[in-house]
C-alpha cells in the first residue's frame, strides 16, 4: 500500500461541475503539496499546505492533519483544467535532515468535457 | 525568461552509453531537486540539493551522480544508462528545503534508452 492515496484515479466531469479529488497519507508530514500536471507534460505547483485551507481563483485545497487527509476543489471546472493532479507529501522532521522524503501519490486524471 | 530551465528536452541513447542533464534556475532559489516520472507517470524524488550540499538521496543506483556547481545549477550525470532508465527527468527548485515552500518545475527531458 502507498503511502500517499488519491481518489479518484480518473474522473470525468461535464463543464461547469464542482470537482473534488482527494488525497489521502499514512506517514507524518511537514507539508502536503498539490500539483497539475498538464497533457504536454508540464508541472505547475498549485499549492503548499500545511494546515487549514488555501483558495487560488477556483482551485481550493484544504488539509485536515488529524485525519491525514487534503483535497483538492475546483469550481466551475473548464475543459482546460484537464490534467492530472497529483499530491505529494514531505514527509520527515522540520529540521533539514538527510532522511527528510518526498512522497508522490499516484496522481489523479481529470478530464472536463464541454 | 524561462525560471527552471533544463536541457536537453529530449535525449535518445544508446545502452551503456553516459550523458548528462543540465538544470538551472534563475529564481534565486536555495534548493534543486531532481525527480523521475516512470512510463506509469508515478514521480518519485531522486535527489535534493540545498545550497550545494545534498540533502535528499532516495535509493537511486549509484551510476546516477548529481553535481551543483552553484546554488542556480543542479546537474545529473548517468554512467552506463540502461533501458530501465527511460523516463521523463524534471528538475524543480525551491526557497528552503523543509517543504513549506512551493516548487518550481522545469519541463522535463525525456530519455530513452535504446
Known sequence: ???????????????????TINCSYS?????????????????????MLSSGKKKHGRLIATINIQ?????????????RDSAV??????????????????IFGPGTSLSVIP | ??????????????????KSIKCEQNLG?????????????????????????????ETVPNRFSPKSPDK????????????GDSAVYFCASSQGSVGNYGYTFGSGTRLTVV
Open chain 2, 72 to 83: 542556480a545549477h543542479l546537474n545529473l550525470h548517468i554512467n552506463s544508462l540502461e533501458l
Open chain 1, 85 to 102: 493532479y497529483i499530491c505529494a507529501v514531505r514527509s520527515g522532521g522540520y529540521m533539514k535532515t538527510s532522511y527528510d522524503k518526498v
Open chain 1, 67 to 79: 485525519e491525514k487527509h487534503s483535497s483538492l476543489h475546483i469550481t466551475a471546472s473548464h475543459p
Open chain 2, 29 to 57: 532559489h536555495d534548493t534543486m531537486y531532481w525527480y523521475k516520472q516512470d512510463s506509469k507517470k508515478f514521480l518519485k524524488i531522486m535527489f535534493s540539493y540545498n545550497n550545494k550540499e545534498l540533502i535528499i538521496n
Open chain 2, 1 to 18: 525568461d524561462t525560471a527552471v530551465s533544463q536541457t536537453p528536452k529530449y535525449l535518445v541513447t544508446q545502452m551503456g552509453n553516459d
Open chain 1, 27 to 47: 506517514v507524518g508530514i511537514s507539508a502536503l503539496h498539490w500539483l497539475q500536471q498538464h497533457p504536454g507534460g508540464g508541472i505547475v505547483s498549485l499549492f
Open chain 1, 1 to 19: 500500500k502507498n503511502e500517499v492515496e488519491q481518489s479518484p484515479q480518473n474522473l470525468t466531469a461535464q463543464e461547469g461541475e464542482f470537482i
